[in-house]
């Protein structure tokens, strides 16, 4: 062999030793950037709570605030008033309904809802 296959091929083998560190890094930045998603978000779920507790005591909350009841989940709350009884739920941001969330909106709408008195006796 002469010195100039000699010399290509350290050259090779330094660029794949060097693939593989970066391979290894961008490994631990995948992590790292999973992790930072995820605290994010949670991040933005733990404000969103926040937020609702706050809106009803708003002056943009359409109703009386003393007629709104926290439920939480999967909806935020009922307000009974005078002349309807409304399901709420507050949004902050870009979030959207759950899956839960439109298949309720979905049976108010389409009037769907029941009474049911049930007496202990």
């Known amino acids: 062999m002469d010195v100039l296959t000699l010399v ?3 050259i090779v083998l330094i660029l794949l030793l060097l693939l593989w ?7 631990v930045l995948r992590g790292l950037h999973e ?3 995820f605290s994010h978000k949670s991040n933005v779920v733990k404000h969103g709570k926040s937020f609702e ?5 708003m ?9 709104f009841r926290f439920i939480g989940s999967p909806i935020d709350g009922i307000s009974f008033e005078d ?3 409304v399901f709420v739920e507050f949004k902050t941001g870009s979030s959207s309904l759950s899956k839960k969330q439109r298949k309720i909106r979905d049976l108010v709408n389409s009037k769907k809802i029941k ?4 007496r202990d006796e």
């Open 8 to 10: 290509l091929m350290g």
């Open 21 to 27: 560190l970066k391979r290894k890094e961008l490994i």
């Open 35 to 37: 992790e930072l998603r």
């Open 53 to 57: 507790q706050l809106f009803p005591f």
């Open 59 to 67: 002056s943009s909350f359409p109703y009386d605030v003393n007629n």
């Open 83 to 85: 002349d309807a009884i």
């Open 115 to 118: 009474w049911k008195e049930i």
